[in-house]
Structure formats: structure tokens, C-alpha cells
């Protein structure tokens, strides 16, 4: 991991970056406001002698008083000859007394077995507060916080081991990046990823986009193909190839057109593609899933979903089909396996490098040509990301799709349908 990962890294996990290190830093600052504060007095003897002897009687006097909360220490300075006497206690008035009393006491105990040594005693007059800072030590919890937040944030992602550049990925699996997809996606970006699917399909009418990591990041990828593709008034067919989830059919609010006859009716010839079609948006016709009658992967698998490939190819100058995760149903390979070409869809940091490998496998063994890859970077929160078959994580996908097809309806207008 580069430096600027790490940065990548702890911008997209940036609520923790800032709530652990805040949370410490209220923590510690309420202890230190609800804790009694310390005070602490000093009084000092000055001897005319040696003070080593007068030194070892003062700790005996201060470890005599030392009770509780109140601490009483002293200490010989050989080099100017005296002996401080500190006492630190949570009443300042009690630390006063005790160190003047204990130096009162260390004088007439020095000048009963010292008569030739001379002493001097210099009372206190005062307790200074000596409570820890808050201001400092609330920075110091702070940096600790934010210390131990990098550290999970790291840990976390060393665990997960996700894509964390493209960079990563073309020079671990040699795979080229066809494009990049912020949200939402420049204009600019979505004719160059149009583009460059074309020039690598290398005259080829069609493609799969399979998810890796999210189902989200090939449904995003194919609405912005649609979308250039429409543009650029290429004939299109975009095709929900995922039987199983139907995440595309899903954005479209029809659930998943299982009502509807689409793929997997005309692949079983008990309808006509052009009945099926629905339009999607200028130059831009739709094929939702439909209802398979058997097994999706046998149904995938079949010379019959082949032959449909082709057909598909003579009425459209460019076909697109979604595929489900890879992780979930093997549909995408049998989907690979008959177009050809295929694109993958990845995410930064949210895509596992282990599963994007095995995916890249699963292809290979398939025949199927890896174009590249898309990274999409769809709008998630950093550090909310719910489980994968969780409600809130599904509906958070649903909304993002959903606001990629708004887009590109309010950028082309209707028209009927034939």
C-alpha cells in the first residue's frame, strides 16, 4: 500500500478517523474536569553540614505522615545543601500544614543528634495546583485516538484485502482499465469508456459486464454504456442477464420484470426478441430477464442462449449484458462463455483482490476474452457499508441504479414503443 492508499484509504473511513480521536479527547477531558484536583507544598531545610544523615531522617518524618491521598516525600540536594520536604494531597491548606509540621520536626530531631550542624528552615507559605493539564493531556487522548484509529482502519483493510488502486490491478493481473466512473460520471468519462469497450472488443457487437465485490458496480456500469451508447446514437440492446437477482430488472421498479416475457422466454423460443424489447432510450433498446422455466444455468449453458447471441449481434451494432455476482450463481461464466468479450466492474477499496483473482480464473477456464475493467466509485458512505444480503444494503444499491436511469431518461427523450 502507497502513501497516497493510505490517504484513499482513511478519507473513505474518515468518521472513524475523526470520531475515535474526538471520543477520546471528550473522554479524558471529563475525567480530568470530574477528578478532584492535586496541590502540592514544599517547605526546605537548609543544613550547614552534610545533609545525607539530616536527609535520611526527613524521609523517615515524611513516610510517617504519608496517609491516604496525601503523599509526603523528601529529597537531599548534597550540592547546596538543603532538603525539600513536598507533600501533595487533595487539600492544599492540609498539604501547608503537613510539610511545615514535618519540617519542624526534622529541625529539633537534627539539633538533638547534629548539635555542630546548623539548620535553617524555610516554611511554605501556599499550595500551587498541580493537576494534570487539561488542554495537554486531552491532545494527547486525542493523537492516541487517532493513532489507534489508523491502526483499525489498516488492519481492517489488511483483512478485507480490496483493490486499492487501478495501478494494482494492471500490475498484479495485467488487466487494462477501460474506465473510471466517479458519481456522478463526466460526459467526457462515459464516451471514453464507450470507446475504449469498442476498440477492445476489436470489432466484436458484444459484451458481458460482470460484478466483482457488488452487483451495483456492473448495474452502474451498463447504465453508463447505455447512456454513451445512446448519445453517440449507437443501436443498442442492453440484456439482464442475472436470472437469478435480476438487478437491473430490480432499478426499473417492475419487479424485476418477472412479469414481463424477456430472455429467458426468447432463448426457450416462447417469444420473439422484438416483442420483448423494451425502449430505453433513443437508439437504446432493453431486455429484461424474464421467467425461465428451468434452471438459469442450464438454460445459460445451452447452444440455444448462443444462438440468441448472434441473432442478438445481426439486429444491434452493440449488445450489452449484465451478469449476476460471481460469488452468488456461475450464470456469468456460461454468459462469458457465449459472448466473448467481457468487462469487468470493480470498486476501489470495496472490491477483494482474492475474489477478483478467482473470478479472472473462472474466465479464463470459460474462454472468455477480459477485455478490462471499469472502477466504478458509486456514492457510499465510508465506514456504513452494510453486509451484502442486508435490507439497508440492497435498497442503498436499488437507489443509486435507480438514479443512474433518472439521468439518462431526463438526457434522452421518450419515444414509443414498437
Same mark, same amino acid.
Given at each position: ?85 513536598? +507533600? $501533595?494531597?487533595? %487539600?492544599?491548606?492540609?498539604?501547608? %500544614?503537613?510539610?511545615? &509540621? ?65 495501478? *494494482?490491478? *494492471? ?15 463526466? *460526459?467526457?468519462? =462515459? ?12 470489432? $466484436? ?39 437469478? &437477482? ?64 448472434? $441473432? ?9 449484458? %449484465? ?24 470498486? &476501489? ?5 482474492? &475474489? ?20 466504478? *466509485? ?12 442486508? =435490507?439497508?444494503?440492497? +435498497? ?20 414509443? =414503443?414498437?
Amino acid at each position: 500500500m502507497t502513501l497516497m492508499d493510505l490517504l484513499k484509504l482513511l478519507k473513505r473511513n474518515w468518521k472513524m478517523v475523526v470520531a475515535l480521536p474526538v471520543a477520546c479527547m471528550l473522554v479524558c477531558a471529563a475525567v480530568l474536569t470530574i477528578m478532584p484536583k492535586t496541590y502540592s507544598a514544599t517547605a526546605s531545610v537548609a543544613v550547614s553540614g552534610e545533609p545525607g544523615g539530616i536527609g535520611g531522617i526527613a524521609e523517615g518524618l515524611a513516610k510517617e505522615k504519608s496517609s491516604g491521598k496525601l503523599e509526603v516525600t523528601a529529597k537531599a540536594n548534597t550540592t547546596n545543601k538543603t532538603v525539600a520536604i513536598t +507533600a $501533595e494531597d487533595v %487539600n492544599g491548606q492540609s498539604c501547608v %500544614n503537613t510539610v511545615n &509540621e514535618v519540617a519542624g520536626n526534622l529541625k529539633t530531631q537534627a539539633a538533638t543528634l547534629f548539635p555542630n550542624v546548623q539548620v535553617q528552615v524555610t516554611n511554605a507559605s501556599a499550595a500551587a495546583d498541580v493537576s494534570p493539564s487539561l488542554v495537554k493531556y486531552s491532545a494527547v487522548a486525542f493523537l492516541a485516538g487517532l493513532f489507534v484509529a489508523v491502526c483499525i482502519v489498516v488492519l481492517l483493510d489488511m483483512r478485507r484485502a480490496p483493490v486499492h488502486s487501478a495501478e *494494482e490491478v *494492471e500490475e498484479g493481473l495485467k488487466i487494462r482499465q477501460l474506465g473510471d466512473l466517479p458519481f456522478p460520471t463526466p *460526459e467526457h468519462a =462515459r464516451e471514453a469508456l464507450l470507446a475504449n469497450v469498442r476498440f477492445a472488443g476489436e470489432g $466484436e457487437r458484444a459484451l458481458c459486464v460482470v460484478p466483482v465485490g457488488d452487483t451495483r458496480n456492473s448495474v452502474l456500469t451498463c447504465l453508463e454504456l447505455a447512456q454513451a451508447a445512446s448519445q453517440a446514437k449507437v443501436k443498442t440492446l442492453l440484456i439482464e442477464g442475472d436470472l437469478a &437477482e435480476g438487478a437491473l430488472d430490480a432499478m426499473r421498479g417492475d419487479q424485476g420484470g418477472r412479469r414481463a416475457a424477456g430472455l429467458a422466454d426468447v432463448v426457450s423460443k416462447r417469444a420473439q426478441l422484438d416483442k420483448c424489447v423494451v425502449p430505453f432510450a433513443p437508439s437504446v433498446d432493453y431486455l429484461p430477464a424474464g421467467s425461465p422455466l428451468v434452471n438459469p444455468v442450464t438454460m445459460l449453458g445451452s447452444s440455444a442462449f448462443e444462438k440468441f447471441v448472434n $441473432e442478438a449481434k445481426e439486429h444491434y451494432s452493440l449488445v450489452v449484458v %449484465n451478469t449476476s455476482e460471481p460469488t452468488r450463481h456461475a450464470d456469468f461464466a456460461y454468459i462469458a462463455h457465449a459472448v466473448g468479450n467481457t468487462v469487468l466492474a470493480l470498486a &476501489e477499496f470495496e472490491t477483494p483482490t482474492a &475474489e477478483l483473482a478467482e473470478v479472472a480464473n473462472q474466465l479464463d477456464i470459460a474462454s472468455a476474452k477480459v477485455m478490462g475493467f471499469v472502477m466504478v *466509485e458509486p456514492p457510499t458512505s465510508a465506514g456504513t457499508r452494510a453486509g451484502r444480503g442486508s =435490507r439497508s444494503a440492497r +435498497a442503498r444499491k436499488t437507489s443509486e441504479s435507480k438514479t443512474s436511469m433518472e439521468r439518462l431518461k431526463a438526457a434522452t427523450p421518450k419515444r414509443s =414503443r414498437r
